[in-house]
């Protein structure tokens, strides 16, 4: 699964969760990263995306849910 976004302005760093349940990091965690798109490898089943972004006023995040097949 290829997950991308949109860098926000004024972006210092990334970091993507891909869990169980909302919020949850216990499929993948990227750690901090630049990148605006990273590949994870998963299974058939239902997860949850978080894709946390840094600026200097501190810790933003957006959540989405995916069904794989």
């Known amino acids: ?3 991308t976004w949109t860098s926000v302005s004024g972006a210092l760093a990334n970091f993507l969760y ?6 949850a ?11 605006t798109g990273i590949r994870v490898v ?3 089943g239902r997860y949850y995306a978080r ?7 501190g ?9 794989v097949q």
């Open 25 to 35: 990091s216990d499929v993948y965690s990227s750690g901090e990263v630049q990148a």
């Open 51 to 57: 894709i946390w972004t840094k600026k200097t006023s």
């Open 18 to 23: 891909v869990g169980s349940s909302p919020g």
């Open 59 to 67: 810790w933003y995040y957006s959540d989405i849910s995916i069904v």
């Open 42 to 44: 998963l299974g058939p």
């Open 1 to 3: 699964m290829n997950f």
